[in-house]
């Protein structure tokens, strides 16, 4: 293993057996040249790594792993890191594994070519970015690098690389591969492991308490990750057990989407046609992944133990996103002592939230703009002056800026009244409104059209528009911290 000097690899790899990690040597693609990079990884790192990936210096090695997962319902045994590698971790503090993408053939690539596309790679770059500035955690992205080769086996695209960091790549497939071959040491060895570093309370010990303590700290994180995909309108779109974090990370987001206008039938996987993974099944397929994670882990966690913690999963993200959901429209989903609303109060909170939702789906607003004009109009007006003339003509100018069909006079009425709910909440919580959050109703978007712009201008060379994008992307990031001060 040649890591670069500011690369180690994570010592408890050592200790896991051979059936599960085998050392793999990148492929090299010249020539191979860094297009962007985030300020997570150092240029010195990124330039070493782009000189082994056009074959300028000696392959760089690294580990792979076997791993299974449920995809689309259906168990399937045998996957693993067939195109994706990890080269070590940093050695600067931020305790991050340094992953690549489209390394070429490994033990685990099953006849197929270990390559990643340019355009594949771009997404994925371009949506964790995204996800980064709104402040939904994700694995991060530390740079892509563009080929001049090739790939026969995926319709002739360019060749590409992408480095992703995350603290851990650990996948639930990872948990079911080790639990269906029985090597139950090695699921422990890999649970200590995650909850070192990353969970709370969770001294090195392979304890019942413990085994206890994960698995409901995997349940909360999902329940907070799928309440903020779904109050920021993301959709993951291949939501299989191998594509799902245990850490409570976005991982493998290169086919998702951020909704534009508001359809919770919203469904980016083209293969998915029956909506599987779609917007609105979200909670409900991640359901099913705990539940898959739950029976992997019944070796060292009885299911009579596990199954009152999943049941609470429900109950988790609805809270979480309830709250989100008020956040957005600037509303205290607790009073200003944290105690909760009394249930009139409560129900009127969920109520408007179901409302504008649905008043977005009938008259196919976009979802992002519509939230950040409400922002705009209601929370940062004097309430006394908006009369019902007023009302009416804001919801006649949001309708207009937020949607792109002719919409009768009963509909702006429609759209006044709920506005008249909306104030009515805000004045009943003012003075003391939703202090502001960054990346609530983020200024700017990651829209599919601007993915598009980017991958096209990148397959004729011109990398600008992609570097343009990150910088608009990351204003949401510095927009919501000036805010703060
Ligand atoms: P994905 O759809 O990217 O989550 O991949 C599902 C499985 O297929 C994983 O085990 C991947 O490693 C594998 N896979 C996807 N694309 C390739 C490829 N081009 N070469 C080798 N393995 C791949
Ligand atoms: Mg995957």
Redesign the pocket.
């Known amino acids: 293993m040649n890591n670069h000097a500011d690369m180690s690899l994570p010592d408890y790899y050592q200790d896991l057996p051979p059936s599960l990690i085998q050392t793999s040597a990148l492929i090299p693609l010249p020539p191979t040249a860094l297009i962007h990079r985030s300020n997570a990884l150092s240029a010195s790192i990124a330039n070493t790594i782009g000189q082994s990936l056009s074959g300028e210096t000696p392959a760089m090695a690294g580990i792979v792993s076997a ?1 299974s ?1 449920h ?1 689309f319902g259906t168990f399937n045994p045998a ?6 590698m990890l080269l070590g971790r940093l050695n600067s503090g931020a305790n991050l594994e340094v992953g690549l993408k489209g390394c070429g ?2 033990a ?3 006849g ?5 596309s340019l355009t594949d790679a771009l997404k994925e770059y371009l949506i964790s970015h995204a996800l980064m500035a709104q402040d939904i955690p994700s694995i991060e992205p530390g740079a892509i690098y563009c080929s001049g080769a090739r790939l026969p ?2 319709k002739m695209e360019t060749a590409a690389f992408l480095i992703r960091l995350a603290p851990s790549f650990l996948r639930v497939g990872h948990l079911e591969y080790l639990s269906i071959t029985g090597q139950h040491g090695a699921m422990q060895h890999l649970i200590i492991h995650c909850m070192q570093p990353h969970f709370d309370a969770a001294p090195n010990q392979a304890t019942f308490q413990n085994n206890l303590a994960f698995f409901s700290e995997v349940v909360e994180r999902w329940a907070k990750l799928a309440a903020k995909w779904q109050a920021q309108g993301f959709c993951h779109g ?1 939501l ?1 057990s ?2 799902f974090s245990v850490l409570g990370l976005s991982l ?1 987001c ?1 086919g998702s989407q951020f909704m534009s206008r508001y359809d919770p039938l919203l469904c980016p996987n083209a293969i998915d046609k029956r909506g599987r993974y779609a917007f609105n099944q979200q909670s409900r397929v991640i359901l099913f992944n705990l539940t898959v994670l739950a029976q992997a882990l019944t070796p060292l966690l009885p299911l009579c133990v596990s199954q009152p913690v999943l049941a609470t999963f429900k109950q988790r993200f609805n809270r979480y996103y309830a709250q989100l959901m008020a956040q957005k429209l600037g509303l205290r989903y607790q009073d200003v002592n944290q105690q909760p609303w009394p249930l009139s109060t409560m129900q009127a909170l969920c109520d408007l939230s179901a409302d504008i939702l649905q008043l977005m789906f009938d008259l196919r607003l976009d979802y992002h703009r519509c939230y950040q004009l409400l922002a705009q109009y209601m929370q940062s007006a004097d309430l006394e002056l908006i009369n019902n003339k007023r009302r009416i003509q804001l919801a006649d100018e949001l309708i207009n800026h937020c949607g792109d069909i002719e919409v009768s006079a009963a509909d702006v009425i429609k759209f006044s009244e709920w506005l008249a709910d909306y104030q009515q909440l805000l004045q009943q919580q003012s003075p003391s409104p939703c202090p502001a959050q960054p990346s609530t109703n983020p200024r700017f978007t990651l829209r599919t059209s601007d993915v598009n712009a980017v991958v096209k201008a990148a397959h004729q060379e011109n990398f600008m528009p992609l570097t343009q994008l990150i910088i608009a992307l990351r204003g949401n990031k510095l927009e919501g911290a000036a805010r703060q001060s």
Request: charged share 25%; no cysteine.
């Open positions: 791993y997962g995809q996957l693993g890191d067939g195109r994706a053939k490994t685990f690539s099953y197929h070519d270990g390559r990643l086996q995926q291949t299989n191998d594509n493998d290169g």
